[in-house]
């Protein structure tokens, strides 16, 4: 499995479904000549990419980049999700990610003492 762990979460096996769904409908579409179907095909992979923002933004998606191994589950919700991720564009596109963005790049004060830290001791 890949350390990213891509897809493999309740949004993105939702909107490949129906994302699948709506691209047989535009191939059948295209296959018998109707407009109908093409562009009822085209509403539904539409449709799959506002299910799967609104998953997203609702838990059941993933930030991006690495997750710890215990969240590798299909079913195992995001609880961070309501802040938004911070390099996350849909999240950003929902006005979430800048919050969480602020926090990652604040300044946090550091404590300067006149000790020095111990030598690492040397292997004899």
Not at 4 to 27: K, L, M, P, Q, R
Not at 58 to 75: C, E, F, L, N
Not at 93 to 111: D, F, I, K, W, Y
């Amino acid at each position: 499995m890949s350390q990213y762990d891509e897809g493999h979460t309740v949004a993105g096996w939702t909107g490949t479904a129906i994302a699948t769904i709506g691209s047989a409908v535009v191939g059948a579409g295209i296959c018998m000549v109707s407009a109908v179907l093409i562009t009822g095909g085209l509403g539904i992979v539409a449709v799959s990419v506002l299910i799967t923002w609104g998953l997203h933004l609702s838990g059941w998606g993933k930030p991006p980049g690495v997750r710890p191994r215990g969240q590798w589950r299909m079913g195992t919700r995001d609880l961070s999700a309501r802040d938004g991720h911070a390099e996350c564009w849909s999240c950003r596109l929902a006005g979430r990610g800048r919050r969480a963005a602020a926090r990652a790049t604040e300044a946090v004060p550091v404590v300067v003492t006149g000790e020095q830290e111990p030598a690492v001791a040397e292997a004899r």
